[in-house]
């Protein structure tokens, strides 16, 4: 089913101003909806089957049961309401990706009341639902798969919890906004370096030479985080030496500046695109590298926290605050 | 909608519950039935524990041709309610082979509450309905596990058992009140099926043996209470029914239908003092025939009942389900005293003519002797009083002229032979007569105050008209065994051991032991107000229900009432979920720190999610270079004020300088 552009954007502001996005939501009578499914009517068909026999042989215990199964159809609205009412959702922390790569958004479930809240289904739109009980008790921390697709804050949008126990005659869902902290990086695309010209119009001292490329391997080292899965001695993992890294020659120590200015004519994506390349690449060959962008330079240094500032600065760059733009 | 798979833990819910519904037929479904049953239960079972595949369809296709084959053959050219169960069921069964997906789930679940339901009509005793309750819980279980999400936490969820109780105890007083208020209306077509099975009771016609042997049945035939407290004494308890004018030398049997019925009118019922009216209401068991149950000079008192110029009591329907109806009668009543019409006269003294001659010697010896119909009717009933004739169960079987050979040589019979000898020698002597069958007696249960009527309690008698008296009852079996008309047709045939002794297990055998006698009663008692409040429960009962316990008058109050209920239901939820869910009452200092966040954000600071009072004071004042120092202060206030000690009174403050310090916020 899809809405014209214009009735969509009017539907997605009524659900922001009547269930505004935040880190943690209980859901209640605002945020819910309730509607019968098929079966519902299918059992609506029932009970007329039911009701008019019990007229045409004046059956009093036909009576009963069509009363009693309508009784039930009422009562399990109000119990698939509370199925779903009170459960509340807490957004988690989210690990940084890079644009295009699917983000493990952690959702953690919790009953505000103390109650069972069972075979609830949870799903992005167009994605296979997680299918989930929360108790008092039971907190489960779901894992909700999302592909991202731009760089930035991430913004997932809107999540679909459907349930309709315990008697499937009722569907209640509510789509509700976690938001959650965390950052899409640009996609990294891997691209030979080009370095910005020194003050002077030289190359740094020490730079690299742009083709500096695979080097001689060197030794083994002991395992540093953030050391690269492809330098991970595998052999000798396997028997039992406990991670360690080959090491290789490489120009260490060297200097550089990542430039967003030498990628002059290209369009803004593709230099930070191609940046973040160059941030990993520089990185992983142990350079000190800086990042100039406009209006943000960043020191040459080597150190996960370097890199992490560099890239959140790719990641947010020309982005200001409460862009609306979804990851 | 998604085609999720029945999760695992439901099929035995399923199985059992489809199992359930099918108890109730157990008494009319052809054995192969249950065969099929067994056979596809557990190959849906092989199917769930993996050994064998879904059938295919050419496999499937066979085996709805196989069932309906053998349901019509079964049944062949019997096209009644069995049959039509039958099928019902067989599609219920052969549903399960290719339940596969949630939705097959519930087309089975629908389809067993269907089968329950025409279970109901087969059954309706007190022990169907018990039986019905635990089926429903099956059938919700049922439902509600194949919702379940079973794979996380199972021992700390409750069970799908309790679930389901839990569900239909809370809608149970929604149910009570549908099942007492909604208007009962009466049958929306007149075509139904009904069971074709052979039916205990009165036939429409009677051959000398036909009513003993429904003396061996002590099965209902229906229950009666006198509405206005006036009890008949038991020697009047003669139940008419149908009134056998005709004789064809062999069988008795009504001439023609009722030519002229009076149906009842709604009136208003004429309150009468009179102390010779008895006003009862019967309840009575079905009979798949229009006659009802009443006592002599009956007048209609419900709405589809008549009476026929024969002073019996009809209904306007075949009575195929179990009824209530009011009557009242005046016993002293003369029926017809007025006179005869001559077709009428004709029809009561016809006879065949040559069978039993011997008797219509006899008659016309007796007739030379008493002038007076009177004093005939009264020689008659002494000459059976005097002669040996004996009263029995088991009487002889008799030749061509049954009459003859009842009269003067076996001497031993039962009503009927007593009632038909008798208006068989009264016609021959030229006084009009005719046989009535119906019911004699009953047991009374004193404590709750009502007249039991068995198929044992069967009984026939005549009617002879006389000048000026018109119809008047004469009872031969009165003459010979008058403990059957006083006591009943156990004292009856005591001597002869003969009650119930076909019935090896029949509760009426108990009578002896004084505490079982008392249990059985009981359990009548209980029987009775299960058919009373349950199974009797039409149109007037409702009525009666809502003036007498609610105090309404009418439907429409009823139906108002009805109506406001569910709207009270439905205000009540509202109120109690708004106040369960208003927002929290909020303190003077939040709704003042409320106030600042909004001129704040206004001014291009907006509060994130993770900002402490203090970062956010701290933000605000960089951006508010005006009132920085101010802000500034606050801030180390409230850090105070809030980490360290509580105080009423600088509180206040501090709440005034927030409220000051957020108007001036630009």
């Known amino acids: 089913m899809k809405l014209p552009q214009r009735w969509q954007q009017r539907w997605a502001r009524w659900l922001d101003k009547r269930i505004p996005p935040a880190a943690e939501i209980t859901l209640g009578h605002r945020s819910i909806f309730i509607l019968p499914t098929r079966t519902g009517l299918l059992f609506i068909l029932l009970l007329l089957l039911l009701l008019v026999t019990a007229i045409n042989y004046q059956n009093s215990l036909i009576y009963a049961l069509a009363f009693w199964l309508f009784s039930v159809g009422l009562a399990s609205m109000l119990f698939t309401f509370r199925n779903i009412a009170g459960l509340t959702l807490s957004a988690g922390h989210m690990n940084p990706v890079f644009a295009g790569e699917t983000a493990e958004l952690p959702l953690r479930l919790s009953s505000a009341h103390g109650r069972w809240h069972e075979a609830v289904e949870i799903a992005w739109p167009d994605n296979p639902p997680v299918i989930a009980d929360a108790g008092p008790s039971q907190s489960p921390l779901l894992a909700l798969s999302y592909r991202t697709r731009r760089r930035g804050p991430v913004k997932p949008g809107r999540l679909r919890i459907d349930s309709c126990f315990p008697l499937g005659l009722f569907h209640v869902w509510s789509w509700v906004r976690p938001e959650y902290q965390g950052l899409v990086y640009p996609a990294p695309e891997s691209v030979p370096f080009v370095f910005a010209a020194g003050e002077a119009g030289d190359q740094i001292a020490g730079a690299p030479a742009s083709q500096s490329g695979q080097q001689d391997f060197h030794g083994l080292r002991g395992y540093q985080p953030g050391d690269s899965m492809r330098i991970i001695a595998w052999k000798q993992v396997a028997q039992g030496r406990g991670l360690v890294s080959k090491d290789f020659d490489h120009d260490e120590g060297a200097t550089c500046w990542l430039d967003w200015e030498v990628l002059a004519p290209l369009p803004a994506e593709t230099r930070l695109s191609r940046l973040t390349g160059w941030v990993l690449e520089a990185e992983q060959r142990h350079w000190r590298y800086g990042l100039r962008l406009p209006g943000v330079e960043i020191a040459p240094d080597n150190t996960e926290v370097h890199r992490d500032r560099c890239l959140t600065a790719l990641a947010l760059y020309g982005l200001d605050d409460g862009g609306r733009g979804h990851a | 909608m998604r085609d999720t798979q029945i999760p695992r833990e439901a099929l035995p819910w399923l199985l059992a519950a489809q199992a359930g519904s099918l108890v109730l037929h157990i008494s009319h479904l052809p054995l192969w039935m249950w065969l099929l049953a067994a056979a596809v239960a557990g190959w849906r079972w092989l199917i769930h524990t993996g050994r064998v595949a879904y059938p295919g369809r050419r496999l499937k296709a066979l085996a709805v041709v196989a069932a309906s084959a053998g349901v019509i053959l079964t049944f062949w050219r019997s096209f009644a309610l069995e049959s039509a169960t039958a099928f019902l069921v067989a599609a219920a069964l052969l549903k399960l082979l290719e339940m596969r997906y949630r939705r097959d789930g519930y087309v089975v679940v629908f389809l067993s509450c269907f089968v329950l339901a025409v279970g109901f009509l087969f059954h309706q005793d007190i022990l169907a309905g018990l039986y019905g309750l635990l089926c429903v819980w099956l059938l919700m279980s049922a439902l509600l596990a194949l919702h379940r999400h079973f794979s996380s936490a199972r021992q ?98 009504p001439f023609a239908p009722p030519a002229a019925i009076d149906w009842y009118r709604a009136a208003p019922a004429a309150v009468t003092d009179d102390r010779s009216l008895y006003a009862y209401e019967i309840i009575q068991e079905p009979t798949g025939k229009r006659w009802l149950f009443a006592l002599r000079g009956v007048s209609a008192a419900e709405a589809g009942t008549g009476v026929t110029d024969q002073g019996m009591l009809v209904s306007r329907r075949p009575v195929h389900n179990r009824i209530r109806y009011r009557a009242q009668s005046w016993p002293a009543t003369p029926l017809q005293a007025e006179g005869l019409t001559a077709v009428g006269q004709r029809l009561a003294l016809s006879l065949p003519r040559s069978v039993n001659p011997q008797s ?40 061509s002229n049954d009459i003859d050979e009842f009269l003067f040589s076996s001497r031993r019979g039962f009503c009927a032979h007593y009632a038909g000898a008798l208006v068989f020698l009264a016609r021959s002597a030229g006084i009009p007569a005719r046989v009535v069958a119906g019911y004699q007696g009953g047991e009374w249960n004193a404590e709750e105050g009502y007249l039991t009527v068995r198929q044992y309690d069967a009984h026939a008698w005549a009617e002879v008209w006389l000048a000026g008296q018109g119809w008047v009852r004469v009872d031969p079996t009165a003459a010979v065994a008058p403990e059957r008309i006083e006591y009943g047709l156990e004292q ?32 009548d008692s209980l029987n009775y107000y299960w058919q009373r409040w349950v199974l009797a429960y039409d149109g007037e009962r409702q009525k009666g229900f809502l003036s007498g316990v609610l105090g309404l008058k009418d439907y429409k109050t009823g139906l108002v009432l009805l109506g406001s209920s569910f709207f009270v239901f439905f205000l009540l939820a509202s109120v109690v979920l708004w106040w369960k869910s208003r927002p929290p009452a909020q303190s003077p200092f939040m709704r003042a720190w409320r106030l600042l966040q909004q001129r704040g954000a206004r001014a291009g600071v907006v509060a994130m999610g993770s900002d402490t009072p203090s970062v956010y004071l701290q933000r605000l004042a960089e951006q508010q270079p005006l009132i920085r120092d101010e802000l500034l202060q606050l801030r180390q206030d409230i850090n105070q004020l809030l980490y360290q000690h509580e105080d009423a009174q600088r509180l206040a403050g501090l709440v005034r300088r927030l409220r000051r310090l957020a108007k001036r916020i630009k």
């Open chain 2, 156 to 253: 700390a969820k409750r069970s799908v058992q309790r679930q389901a109780g839990t569900i239909l105890l809370v809608s149970l007083p929604l149910m009570l009140v549908l099942y007492f208020l909604f208007p009962r209306l009466s049958p929306l077509w007149g075509f139904n099926l009904h069971s074709g099975e052979a039916r205990t009771g009165l036939s429409e016609t009677m051959a000398p043996g036909d009513i003993a042997r429904l003396g061996q049945s002590d099965e209902l035939a229906f229950r009666v209470t006198f509405t206005d407290g006036r009890i008949p004494p038991r020697q009047e308890l003669y139940w008419r029914a149908l009134v056998l004018d005709q004789y064809d030398g062999r069988q008795w049997k």
């Open chain 2, 360 to 399: 219509r010697a006899f008659a016309a010896q007796l007739r030379q002797e008493h002038s007076s119909d009177e004093d005939f009717i009264q020689t008659l009933l002494s000459y059976f009083r005097d002669n040996a004739f004996y009263y029995t169960l088991k009487p002889d079987v008799l030749g």
């Open chain 2, 492 to 523: 009856a045939v005591a001597d002869e051991g003969s009650f119930l002794e076909d019935q090896v297990f029949s509760a009426q055998k108990l009578k002896g032991i004084n505490w079982l006698n008392r249990l059985r009663l009981e359990f």
